[in-house]
């Protein structure tokens, strides 16, 4: 009986295990553990030999309910992939820290100005007050160097002459004897020489005697001799020899227009007239009077007086470059050092030191204070930046390059300095575009930016 149950139980499992391959995997599990048939010689089925699956349907995102195992065979994820994956994120992240997106509109409304890095001179300056003074080189009295009476005054105070251009005109006998003793013996010569000529012509005929010939010798030589002193006396009072002579022709024809008294005054120098001594009538050049009628300046350069102390006098050279520092709405100007004096001032313990200063607009007027920045040293470097262009981040000085999608943070090395600009030792290089004004407003974009990443 009990071996005809085990056959009907066989056949009904082949039966049901040919449909239906999974049931009788089990139903074989059955039998095997019944002790009716051997289940490790049951050979394999289909079924058998697919690989499991999880126990846990996924959930479309990649991740199993909980308690899911994997599949045998099945490689398992590694330990802390997920951080791998999380510091490849944050590593990208890194790349973007000190970059700021920003178009060349939005930089131009925050007023961002830009600046091709270049190289240059770093100049540095003392600071030192001054005065402006009239060029001692351009200045010129118009004197007077006869005795007489101001007869004409031609110009007026701030009026523009040229050079020998007459400004006055004096009434003086002195003038006038000195041009008829020169005239005088100018005609005695003339005719003492054409006594000499007739008594060398005769002389040589031996038509005269000897003495005749050698008396009108004598006589044209003497007057030769007259002629050349009241020459040399007209030159010392200033008057030329051949201007009276004509003169003298001209007054033939308008004999009441003598110009015997006359006497010229003439500017010694182009400029403009800054000073009138004299009125007209006004009685000149005897001990008391007055010595000049007008003081004549060219100010079209002036000089600034320093006085710089002896602690900064050894910086100080002759042809130093000096700058005005000058208000929001006046004027500057740049001038150099012209002398520098070897003597101190026993009372301030200071030297004098001379600018020449060009004045072509005449904005600068003598007796004016000014502050001056005298150059004392210059030094070429590589990459000069302004110091606007540098920030303060963390310690560390940065500027910000600009980048085709904005800016980017740049650490940079100072070297040299003077009052406007760095030497950039690294961290740039000639043709980079930097940032030089209002580069504070990039250094917060990029304050928001990192508070950002940290949160």
Same mark, same amino acid.
């Given at each position: 009986?009990?071996?005809?149950?085990?056959?009907?139980?066989?056949?009904?499992?082949?039966?049901?295990?040919?449909?239906?391959?999974?049931?009788?995997?089990?139903?074989?599990?059955?039998?095997?553990?019944?002790?009716?048939?051997?289940?490790?010689?049951?050979?394999?089925?289909?079924?058998?030999?697919?690989?499991?699956?999880?126990? #846990?349907?996924?959930?479309? @995102? =990649? %991740?199993? /309910?909980? *308690?899911?195992?994997?599949?045998?065979?099945? &490689?398992?994820?590694? $330990?802390?992939?997920?951080?791998? #994956?999380?510091?490849?994120? @944050? =590593? %990208?992240? /890194?790349? *973007?820290?000190?970059?700021?997106?920003?178009? &060349?509109?939005?930089? $131009?409304?925050?007023?961002?100005?830009?600046?091709?890095?270049?190289? =240059?001179?770093?100049?540095?300056?003392?600071?030192?007050?001054?005065?402006? &003074?009239?060029?001692?080189?351009?200045?010129?009295?118009?004197?007077?160097?006869?005795?007489?009476?101001?007869?004409?005054?031609?110009?007026?105070?701030?009026?523009?002459? &040229?050079?020998?251009?007459?400004?006055?005109?004096?009434?003086?006998?002195?003038?006038?004897?000195?041009?008829?003793?020169?005239?005088?013996?100018?005609?005695?010569?003339?005719?003492?020489?054409?006594?000499?000529?007739?008594?060398?012509?005769?002389?040589?005929?031996?038509?005269?005697?000897?003495?005749?010939?050698?008396?009108?010798?004598?006589?044209?030589?003497?007057?030769?001799?007259?002629?050349?002193?009241?020459?040399?006396?007209?030159?010392?009072?200033?008057?030329?020899?051949?201007?009276?002579?004509?003169?003298?022709?001209?007054?033939?024809?308008?004999?009441?227009?003598?110009?015997?008294?006359?006497?010229?005054?003439?500017?010694?120098?182009?400029?403009?007239?800054?000073?009138?001594?004299?009125?007209?009538?006004?009685?000149?050049?005897?001990?008391?009077?007055?010595?000049?009628?007008?003081?004549?300046?060219?100010?079209?350069?002036?000089?600034?007086?320093?006085?710089?102390?002896?602690?900064?006098?050894?910086?100080?050279?002759?042809?130093?470059?000096?700058?005005?520092?000058?208000?929001?709405?006046?004027?500057?100007?740049?001038?150099?050092?012209?002398?520098?004096?070897?003597?101190?001032?026993?009372?301030?313990?200071?030297?004098?030191?001379?600018?020449?200063?060009?004045?072509?607009?005449?904005?600068?007027?003598?007796?004016?204070?000014?502050?001056?920045?005298?150059?004392?040293?210059?030094?070429?470097?590589?990459?000069?930046?302004?110091?606007?262009?540098?920030?303060?981040?963390?310690?560390?000085?940065?500027?910000?390059?600009?980048?085709?999608?904005?800016?980017?943070?740049?650490?940079?090395?100072?070297?040299?300095?003077?009052?406007?600009?760095?030497?950039?030792?690294?961290?740039?290089?000639?043709?980079?575009?930097?940032?030089?004004?209002?580069?504070?407003?990039?250094?917060?974009?990029?304050?928001?930016?990192?508070?950002?990443?940290?949160?």
């Amino acid at each position: 009986m009990r071996a005809f149950l085990s056959v009907a139980f066989l056949a009904i499992g082949i039966a049901i295990g040919g449909a239906f391959p999974r049931v009788s995997e089990v139903v074989q599990g059955a039998l095997a553990a019944a002790g009716l048939t051997n289940a490790r010689g049951a050979p394999p089925t289909n079924a058998a030999m697919t690989k499991p699956t999880t126990a #846990a349907a996924d959930d479309g @995102h =990649g %991740h199993g /309910e909980p *308690g899911h195992e994997h599949a045998v065979g099945e &490689a398992k994820p590694e $330990a802390g992939g997920h951080k791998h #994956a999380e510091s490849e994120a @944050h =590593g %990208h992240d /890194e790349e *973007g820290e000190g970059k700021i997106k920003m178009t &060349a509109e939005q930089a $131009a409304e925050q007023d961002i100005k830009l600046a091709t890095v270049e190289g =240059g001179t770093l100049s540095r300056h003392l600071l030192v007050p001054g005065t402006i &003074a009239q060029d001692a080189d351009r200045i010129a009295r118009v004197p007077v160097r006869v005795v007489g009476t101001v007869a004409e005054m031609r110009k007026r105070l701030g009026e523009e002459v &040229a050079k020998g251009e007459v400004v006055a005109v004096l009434d003086s006998r002195e003038v006038a004897e000195a041009k008829s003793d020169f005239l005088t013996a100018t005609v005695k010569a003339d005719l003492e020489k054409i006594n000499f000529d007739r008594q060398q012509a005769l002389w040589d005929k031996r038509i005269s005697a000897e003495s005749a010939f050698l008396n009108a010798k004598a006589a044209y030589s003497e007057a030769t001799l007259r002629v050349d002193l009241a020459r040399q006396k007209l030159s010392a009072l200033g008057l030329n020899a051949a201007e009276v002579a004509t003169s003298a022709k001209k007054d033939e024809t308008t004999p009441n227009l003598s110009s015997l008294r006359r006497y010229e005054l003439k500017a010694p120098l182009a400029g403009h007239v800054v000073e009138r001594k004299v009125d007209v009538g006004t009685a000149v050049g005897k001990e008391g009077d007055p010595a000049d009628v007008y003081t004549v300046a060219d100010l079209s350069s002036v000089w600034i007086e320093l006085a710089i102390p002896t602690t900064e006098l050894s910086k100080v050279r002759e042809g130093a470059k000096v700058t005005i520092v000058g208000s929001d709405d006046g004027p500057c100007g740049e001038g150099k050092v012209v002398f520098v004096s070897p003597i101190l001032n026993p009372e301030t313990r200071s030297a004098r030191v001379i600018v020449a200063l060009p004045n072509k607009d005449m904005a600068w007027r003598p007796g004016t204070f000014v502050t001056t920045e005298v150059e004392i040293a210059r030094d070429p470097v590589k990459v000069r930046l302004p110091k606007s262009a540098i920030q303060t981040i963390g310690g560390e000085k940065v500027v910000f390059v600009r980048t085709q999608e904005g800016f980017e943070r740049r650490d940079v090395t100072i070297g040299k300095a003077d009052d406007d600009a760095f030497e950039i030792l690294t961290g740039l290089k000639p043709g980079d575009e930097v940032a030089v004004a209002n580069s504070f407003v990039l250094k917060a974009e990029l304050g928001k930016a990192e508070a950002d990443h940290d949160h």
